[in-house]
């Protein structure tokens, strides 16, 4: 009876340590990803997104700088002379970049945010998705706009750009609490 009761308590144990391994090992795979969330900005809008994003998920945050920035005149959509109207009206503009070094190797997931420019995303980003090497990292987009929605930009990423592993795009004009709860539950 003894060595029934020991070998009923001995399956016992191991069943629940290796149930319990498994737990350890799921919430790894989480906080094992190494996240990057790259973004554009000219008046800070995706950049409170970006943040609040890379705050909730443990990510490095990097911003996609041009090498000469944007002013007030160049981001004058009525005006079909600023920069951002050359620049969005011409397909192939892609502006030089500035900003510090990035190592894309080092991430696994590289959330990218960006302003609605034209119903698509502004030309730096095109600059920026060119300039490195995503394979075998996904990609997930998010924007912030005067209400346009998403999905013309990710379409054309996803035109141009048909190698990149996409990730679902997400248009985040609501709280900086939205955008961490939105990246939480993608990653
Ligand atoms: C040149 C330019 C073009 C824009 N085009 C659009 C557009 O097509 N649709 C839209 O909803 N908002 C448009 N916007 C508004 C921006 O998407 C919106 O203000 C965004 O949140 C700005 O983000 P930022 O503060 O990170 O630069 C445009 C803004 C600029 C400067």
Redesign the pocket.
């Known amino acids: 009876m003894k060595q029934i009761i020991f070998i009923f308590m001995s399956l016992l144990c191991f069943s629940c340590s290796s149930k319990a391994q498994n737990q350890i090992a799921d919430t790894n795979v989480q906080s094992d990803k190494k996240i990057l969330v790259v973004y554009f900005?000219?008046?800070?809008?995706?950049?409170k997104a970006a943040d609040a994003i890379a705050k909730t998920v443990g990510g490095k945050l990097y911003r996609i700088t041009p090498a000469t920035a944007y002013t007030s005149a160049d981001?004058d959509?009525n005006n079909k002379s600023s920069r951002?109207?050359i620049e969005?009206t011409t397909e192939n503009s892609r502006p030089e970049l500035g900003g510090e070094a990035l190592e894309l190797k080092d991430y696994d997931v590289v959330f990218l945010g960006y302003?609605?420019?034209?119903?698509l995303c502004p030309r730096p980003v095109n600059t920026f998705l060119e300039k490195y090497d995503f394979s075998g990292k996904t990609v997930i987009p998010f924007a912030?706009?005067?209400?346009?929605s998403i999905t013309n930009s990710v379409k054309q990423l996803k035109k141009l750009y048909p190698k990149i592993t996409w990730g679902e795009g997400q248009l985040l004009n609501g709280s900086v609490k939205q955008a961490g709860e939105w990246a939480k539950g993608v990653i």
Do not use: R
Request: proline fraction near 5%.
């Open positions: 900005s000219c008046t800070g809008t995706t950049e981001l959509w951002s109207s969005m302003p609605i420019w034209w119903n912030t706009s005067g209400g346009s």
